[in-house]
């Protein structure tokens, strides 16, 4: 009997100790995970407000370490995950993904039934839709007082690089970035010729890897061409 009791003890004690320290994570992670919510929130709203978009989103943090970020289509939710989050190193990077969900979301509100059937279009279309969030996305940075050469920042970092990009719903990473790229250079050049992320490494390794694509870029600028470049 007196063993049992021993051993119910023990387990109280285990037990007990399990819960407390379970609620102390609880207690800190929560903690940081406010902190990290409320930075997402104001980013995005503050990207919201600046750009006058008068369609509702709101912004939540997923507690995964996967990476990824998305929006919604039918609730307006942009959501973006920790795992996504910890690779991103400054406001302005944040803004980069934010502002290319907030496109998307401004998309979904498009169209008969309140944009009940905005999906389809993605689907039947997604890298227009893709190239037009990424362009309006450097706009809602630009207008939001961000910098947007850390949306190329973001793609050199994150995405990976596949071989082909006709069966996949995003375009080729050397190809966003580049039409990107091309975007800043024409609208936005301040940002190029002044640039402080000249010396980011994310943005060198662009530099490096993208040289062949510039270079078809600039022998359009010399020519005068209206021809899309098709990059590589
Ligand atoms: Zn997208």
Same mark, same amino acid.
């Given at each position: 009997?007196?063993?049992?009791?021993?051993?119910?003890?023990?387990?109280?004690?285990?037990?007990?100790?399990?819960?407390?320290?379970?609620?102390?994570?609880?207690?800190?992670?929560?903690?940081?995970? %406010?902190?990290?919510?409320?930075? $997402?929130? =104001?980013? /995005?709203?503050?990207? *919201?407000? +600046?750009?006058?978009? !008068?369609?509702? &989103?709101?912004?939540?943090?997923?507690?995964?370490?996967?990476?990824?970020?998305?929006?919604? %289509?039918?609730?307006?939710?942009? $959501?973006? =995950?920790? /795992?996504?989050?910890? *690779?991103? +190193?400054?406001?302005? !990077?944040?803004? &980069?993904?934010?502002?290319?969900?907030?496109?998307?979301?401004?998309?979904?509100?498009?169209?008969?039934?309140?944009?009940?059937?905005?999906?389809?279009?993605?689907?039947?279309?997604?890298?227009?839709?893709?190239?037009?969030?990424?362009?309006?996305?450097?706009?809602?940075?630009?207008?939001?007082?961000?910098?947007?050469?850390?949306?190329?920042?973001?793609?050199?970092?994150?995405?990976?690089?596949?071989?082909?990009?006709?069966?996949?719903?995003?375009?080729?990473?050397?190809?966003?970035?580049?039409?990107?790229?091309?975007?800043?250079?024409?609208?936005?050049?301040?940002?190029?010729?002044?640039?402080?992320?000249?010396?980011?490494?994310?943005?060198?390794?662009?530099?490096?890897?993208?040289?062949?694509?510039?270079?078809?870029?600039?022998?359009?600028?010399?020519?005068?061409?209206?021809?899309?470049?098709?990059?590589?």
């Amino acid at each position: 009997m007196k063993k049992l009791l021993y051993i119910l003890t023990a387990i109280c004690l285990f037990i007990n100790n399990l819960a407390c320290s379970a609620s102390t994570s609880i207690l800190f992670d929560s903690n940081q995970m %406010n902190k990290n919510q409320s930075y $997402v929130s =104001t980013v /995005g709203f503050h990207l *919201l407000n +600046s750009n006058g978009i !008068e369609k509702r &989103a709101v912004f939540f943090l997923d507690n995964s370490n996967k990476i990824n970020a998305y929006s919604a %289509n039918s609730s307006r939710e942009i $959501v973006i =995950t920790w /795992g996504m989050l910890s *690779l991103l +190193s400054s406001p302005d !990077e944040l803004a &980069a993904v934010l502002s290319h969900e907030i496109s998307h979301t401004v998309d979904s509100y498009n169209g008969i039934f309140r944009g009940f059937f905005s999906h389809f279009n993605y689907v039947l279309s997604p890298h227009k839709y893709e190239y037009k969030a990424d362009k309006r996305a450097v706009d809602y940075m630009v207008n939001a007082g961000y910098n947007p050469v850390a949306m190329i920042i973001v793609m050199n970092k994150i995405f990976p690089q596949g071989r082909y990009d006709f069966w996949s719903h995003h375009p080729l990473s050397t190809r966003r970035m580049m039409e990107v790229y091309e975007y800043i250079y024409k609208k936005y050049p301040e940002y190029l010729v002044n640039n402080p992320y000249k010396k980011n490494i994310y943005y060198q390794n662009f530099l490096l890897t993208s040289k062949e694509n510039r270079e078809k870029f600039q022998e359009k600028i010399k020519s005068d061409s209206k021809k899309k470049v098709k990059y590589k």
